[in-house]
T-cell receptor, first 118, second 112 residues
Framework: GAVVSQHPSRVICKSGTSVKIECRSL??????MFWYRQFPKQSLMLMAT?????????EQGVEKDKFLINHASLTLSTLTVTSAHPEDSSFYIC??????????????FGPGTRLTVT | GNSVTQMEGPVTLSEEAFLTINCTYT??????LFWYVQYPGEGLQLLLK?????DKGSNKGFEATYRKETTSFHLEKGSVQVSDSAVYFC???????????FGSGTRLSIRP
């Protein structure tokens, strides 16, 4: 159980275009999902927290107009990178908070999406 | 604020060697502690966890004990395999927050 999928796994897009990445919790409902960005050989940087039915909460320094997040259902959150530029090329990973025991905060991660902007 | 410090890599070992990856944390209250593993080109997988002091998390031969007195959660394995080559992240969540705080990651390479 507790499987999170991401689609696509890899995407190449041209500079100036937009690309959407989907994150799905396959066998549980997740009221909260998270989007991370990972640079080569570095740790994960939390970009935003996505709450079902409400606006996402963005971390300091993350442009909300550039990285649009929509958490339309209890099993799906999407990240849209708008007007992509080469510096947006990165590995984007989502996670979903599992509704476990009270007080235990546990997240399950998707396999990641490699975005390359040419 | 909360933070996690783990030993810098890369760590290179021979197959069947003993592994320790050190992790210490700073947190208020009673955090939950995790080890995640990331295989090449993949996302993170939860390896093990511990939610209170003296708990031992274990999985796939890996173990880590939640030591509140030393604020540590060191990862150990008695005999590593080539397939254990990956990046390992120590992490915590605070007692009231949902964010995961990650350490910087330790790259482990196992030689046949």
């Amino acid at each position: 159980g507790a499987v999170v999928s991401q689609h696509p796994s890899r995407v190449i897009c041209k500079s100036g275009t937009s690309v959407k990445i989907e994150c799905r919790s396959l066998d549980f409902q997740a009221t909260t999902m998270f989007w991370y960005r990972q640079f080569p050989k570095q740790s994960l940087m939390l970009m935003a927290t996505s709450n079902e039915g409400s606006k996402a909460t963005y971390e300091q320094g993350v442009e909300k107009d550039k990285f649009l997040i929509n958490h339309a259902s209890l099993t799906l959150s999407t990240l849209t990178v708008t007007s992509a530029h080469p510096e947006d090329s990165s590995f984007y990973i989502c996670s979903a908070r599992y509704p476990g025991l009270a007080g235990v905060q546990e997240q399950y991660f998707g396999p990641g999406t490699r975005l390359t902007v040419t | 604020g909360n933070s996690v410090t783990q030993m810098e890599g890369p760590v290179t070992l021979s197959e069947e060697a003993f592994l320790t990856i050190n992790c210490t944390y700073t947190a208020t209250g009673y955090p939950s502690l995790f080890w995640y593993v990331q295989y090449p080109g993949e996302g993170l997988q939860l390896l093990l966890k511990a939610t209170k002091a003296d708990d031992k998390g274990s999985n796939k031969g890996f173990e880590a004990t939640y030591r509140k007195e030393t604020t540590s959660f060191h990862l150990e394995k008695g005999s590593v395999q080539v397939s254990d080559s990956a990046v390992y992240f120590c992490a915590l969540t605070g007692s009231s927050a949902s964010k995961i705080i990650f350490g910087s990651g330790t790259r482990l390479s196992i030689r046949p």
